[in-house]
């Protein structure tokens, strides 16, 4: 495959930055990264994607695309609205959707918000976004509200290289190789005087200021008409059980993948789930099922 090209995408308050793998004659497929990661978390499996189109996204505050304008916050649905906006920049009336950790929980509202739109789907250690009950949401908004004027306050971290982010990276990750945490630090950094500026906006970290409750989260995810496959790595993120064991049951289309690794094992590892993907990814169908 050859070397992913650079995408700029307009939305309506910024702009975008993407990845794209792949023939363009290929089956279209928006990627969603993680939290603190960015396009680059797609470069160890995409190559593995034959007759994949992949346009992986730099999400908003994230890798190289704008952050939000003061004011703005990083509500997740916003984030949904922003991968719908970038699709549409693309040209893509219907298209798939390959998610990880977060943006696994972003693709899965939104294939439940316009299923039409959405015609098969990977999520990769995730599903659904964090939720609260609702009797929690005056608490998360205060808390909220303190975080945003906290890391408003922030100066721009600097790290003396990029290995030293890279290594700051990985500590924070659990499990997750030398090189594939300099893979995320190349696009999430830049050189500066003094060493590399960490590129994630700081306002990423503060709390959400609304969290939906698990019943409307259960809502979007039984509107999934979508083919699905949910990967999950053993040594991944610690999913509450009985809460996960609810939002799979709602997926209509679902097939399951259980792997050896860490919660970034599609980068550590992508031979590991890569026949998978891809089958789900260019076929459109479920294993056994016909279209």
């Given amino acids: 495959m050859a ?75 916003s984030w949904v609205v922003d991968a719908f906006h970038a699709a549409d920049a693309l040209g893509w009336e219907t298209f798939g959707l390959l998610g990880h950790s977060m943006g696994a929980g972003i693709a899965s509202l939104m294939a439940g918000t316009l299923p039409e739109r959405v015609d098969r789907m990977v999520l990769l250690e995730g599903l659904g976004p964090l939720s609260n009950r609702a009797e929690d949401a005056p608490g998360q908004l205060a808390e909220a509200m303190l975080a945003e004027a906290r890391h ?69 995810l039984r509107q999934i008409t979508a083919p699905t496959l949910l990967v999950r790595a053993l040594q991944g993120w610690p999913f509450e059980r009985e809460r996960m064991a609810d939002r799979i049951e709602c997926i209509q289309h679902r097939s399951r993948l259980e792997v050896e690794g860490g919660h970034h094992v599609h980068l550590d590892a992508p031979e590991r789930v890569a026949a998978a993907v891809r089958a789900l990814l260019v076929s459109g169908s479920l294993p056994g099922a016909s279209g």
């Fill in 152 to 220: 408003g306050s922030v100066g721009e971290r600097v790290f003396e290289s990029l290995e030293d982010a890279a290594e700051r990276r990985q500590a924070a990750a659990g499990i997750l190789s030398d090189a594939s945490a300099r893979t995320l630090m190349t696009r999430g950094t830049v050189p500066v005087e003094g060493g590399v500026r960490w590129c994630p906006d700081p306002r990423i970290r503060a709390a959400s200021r609304i969290r939906l409750t698990e019943a409307q989260t259960l809502a979007f």
């Fill in 3 to 77: 070397a992913p090209q650079e995408r700029t995408l307009a939305l309506p308050w910024g702009t975008l930055s993407a990845l794209s793998f792949g023939d363009p004659a290929g089956v279209p497929v928006l990627g969603l990264h993680g939290w603190q990661d960015n396009a680059a978390t797609f470069e160890g499996l995409a190559p593995h994607l034959e007759g994949v189109h992949l346009v992986a996204l730099d999400l908003p505050g994230h890798g190289r695309s704008s952050w939000r304008p003061s004011g703005m916050d990083y509500g997740f649905l």
